[in-house]
């Protein structure tokens, strides 16, 4: 905590987030929803999901996807 000065579920959340990025720009999940990747990484609800990845990120996760178009 001292180190990193971030909670220990911040952390992980944070690769969760960038896990999600690595799943989505990955054309073999396609097939997914962005909660089916989300759930996929650890994300246990569609709202926390959310909230997490805007703020790591500064946009939603619907945002994100257009940028990668």
Same mark, same amino acid.
């Given at each position: 905590?001292?180190?990193?000065? /971030?909670?220990?579920?911040?952390?992980?959340?944070?690769?969760?987030?960038?896990?999600?990025?690595?799943?989505?720009?990955?054309?073999?999940?396609?097939?997914?929803?962005?909660?089916?990747?989300? /759930?996929?990484?650890?994300?246990?609800? !569609?709202?926390?999901?959310?909230?997490?990845? !805007?703020?790591? !990120?500064?946009? /939603?996760?619907?945002?994100?996807? !257009? /940028?990668?178009?």
């Amino acid at each position: 905590n001292e180190y990193m000065n /971030t909670s220990f579920q911040d952390f992980v959340n944070q690769y969760r987030v960038e896990e999600f990025i690595n799943r989505l720009k990955n054309d073999q999940n396609n097939h997914l929803t962005l909660l089916g990747i989300a /759930t996929d990484v650890g994300f246990n609800s !569609k709202s926390s999901f959310n909230a997490i990845f !805007k703020r790591n !990120k500064g946009l /939603t996760p619907t945002q994100y996807k !257009k /940028t990668l178009s």
